[in-house]
């Protein structure tokens, strides 16, 4: 059998649209899948919001903030960026912190006042508290975060902010 003349078969733009939307579907059903794994899986992704900076002095200012949070393919190491400013206040918080079950142990690092020290703690239901400690510097951490929302509280001594206290959101993708 011979066939001639052109194909007859031509794909709909509805065709086209449901074959594309089922494939982004699937693709976005394993990145959420992957990402759903782990203990940080509620701190994935980048959040926004403002919040209060309390100086040592007692000087309270209003800030905002911005946070992205990266984790590993298992979902149990995470890296974490916060950054905030204010008329007075500038604040560069780069993380890095590993979970063995519910115990946290990492690396934290402020690079406007130039301090770091180790992060230790614990994370469970969208909870981490812990602290940091480093030559001169101490502070304690929380964050709470129910996928869309987050906060975070940091209690430092050992410099000009005593208190950072923000409430982010999630950021639309």
């Known amino acids: 059998m011979s066939i001639s003349g052109p194909s ?10 449901a074959a594309s939307f089922a494939g982004a579907m699937a693709i976005w059903s394993q990145i959420g899948a992957a990402q759903s794994d782990g203990p940080f899986a509620m ?10 900076a309390v100086g040592a002095d007692g000087h309270r200012e209003q800030i ?15 890296t974490q ?3 905030c400013a204010s008329a007075s206040y500038q604040i560069d918080i780069n993380s890095h912190f590993v979970a063995q079950g519910h115990r946290i142990q990492g690396h934290w690092q402020e690079a406007t006042r130039q301090v770091q020290g180790n992060l230790t703690g614990w994370i469970a239901d969208g909870q981490f508290r812990g602290s940091v400690a480093g030559s001169n510097f101490t502070a304690r951490v929380t964050l709470r975060s129910t996928g869309r929302k987050q906060l975070v509280y ?10 950072l206290d ?7 993708i």
């Not at 007859?8 to 649209?17: A, F, I, V």
């Not at 905002?64 to 393919?73: I, K, Q």
């Open 8 to 17: 007859t078969y031509r794909p709909t733009m509805r065709g086209l649209l």
């Open 43 to 52: 701190f994935t992704g980048s959040w926004g919001g403002s919040g209060e």
């Open 64 to 78: 905002r903030c911005r946070a992205v949070y990266s984790l590993s393919e298992n979902g149990e190491a995470a």
């Open 81 to 83: 960026t916060l950054v």
């Open 154 to 163: 940091i209690s430092s001594s050992g410099g000009d902010i005593a208190i």
């Open 166 to 172: 923000v409430a982010l959101s999630h950021a639309e």
